[in-house]
């Protein structure tokens, strides 16, 4: 069984950074792609930012510029770097990640990040 685990999140002034961070533990496996997506109250869950196992990125059009993700391979951790955060970044951020071969999707449970102004 895997489990993706978050953590970093928290209250951020507007303009504040926080990191997040997304750590893989269980029965090992190799990620195609892995990710963060985020919930607003009242809104769907929508993409922030994916790393592929060939390190390829791709961002949100909203997020593009403040944050960033990476990976360590080693640590079977994912991080999302969010810099200037705004009030709008306000959610529960999810990692995911995905096998492809095998499709199936992967979930952590959250982690709230609020900003205030």
């Known amino acids: 069984q895997v489990q993706l685990v978050e953590s970093g999140g928290g209250l951020v002034q507007s303009g504040g950074s926080l990191r997040l961070s997304c750590a893989s533990s269980?029965?090992?496996?190799?990620?195609?792609?892995m990710g963060w997506y985020r919930q607003a109250p009242g809104k769907q869950r929508e993409l922030v930012a994916t790393?592929?196992?060939?390190?390829?990125?791709n961002y949100a059009d909203s997020v593009k510029g403040r944050f960033t993700i990476s990976r360590d391979n080693l640590k079977k951790t994912w991080y999302l770097q969010m810099n200037n955060l705004e009030v709008e970044d306000t959610a529960v951020y999810f990692c995911y990640a995905a096998t492809l071969f095998t499709p199936r999707n992967y979930w952590g449970q959250g982690t709230q990040v609020t900003v205030s102004s």
């Open positions: 269980g029965r090992p496996i190799s990620f195609n792609v």
């Open positions: 790393i592929t196992s060939g390190d390829n990125t």
